[in-house]
């Protein structure tokens, strides 16, 4: 599965860059990326929402577009999902998670791409660890995830410290808060 979702990952990735889309790549990509994971089950893409009319076309090209069912957990502007090549992908603009207290949303734009993967000669733009850090929290069942990811970031450090200062300013749960300032804490000691 694994080499059939990065050959799909590097042919979209073709049509992105060919239309000057801002986009990235985020949640298991990013931590397979990292080596924290080894088999990704989707590719889910981050995109500005100036450019989700022009991505949505793209997809429906390269795919099928499926429906989406409802959620309590997402207030997403845009979150469509399509099956490209045998592959679920997941496209969001205006990310925004319901929590307890309100909701979060996540702010996409030029400065959320903190890496750029070349495969197979395609740019391929990753979102940050450290806010799927914040993220994973925030939705349910992502506490495996959101564990190997402190982990990782106890041992390695923050490469992106100002994205965890901006997300601490967002609407986020008194818990999300507090453990992400006490990672905070914990690496710079």
């Not at 992105?16 to 931590?31: M, T």
């Not at 205006?94 to 979060?104: P, R, T």
């Not at 982990?151 to 453990?179: D, F, T």
Request: aromatic fraction near 10%.
């Amino acid at each position: 599965m694994k080499k059939i979702l990065f050959h799909t990952l590097v042919n979209l990735a073709k049509e992105l860059n060919k239309e000057k889309i801002l986009w990235a790549v985020g949640a298991s990509v990013v931590l397979n990326n990292y080596g924290l994971i080894d088999k990704p089950n989707d590719i889910d893409i981050l995109v500005h929402i100036k450019d989700i009319e022009k991505v949505d076309m793209i997809l429906k090209r390269l795919g099928r577009k499926k429906l989406r069912e409802k959620t309590d957990t997402y207030a997403t502007k845009y979150f469509y999902e399509y099956v490209v090549e045998g592959v679920d992908i997941d496209i969001m603009a205006g990310f925004i998670i319901k929590h307890n207290s309100g909701e979060y949303q996540y702010c996409f734009d030029d400065k959320s791409i903190t890496a750029i993967k070349n495969i197979k000669g395609e740019c391929i733009p990753l979102t940050s660890l450290e806010d799927w850090y914040i993220i994973y929290q925030l939705i349910p069942g992502r506490e495996y995830k959101v564990g190997i990811i402190e982990h990782y970031l106890l041992k390695n450090g923050l490469n992106n410290i100002n994205l965890i200062n901006s997300a601490l300013k967002g609407n986020l749960p008194e818990q999300v808060r507090n453990r992400t300032e006490k990672l905070l804490y914990n690496i710079e000691k």
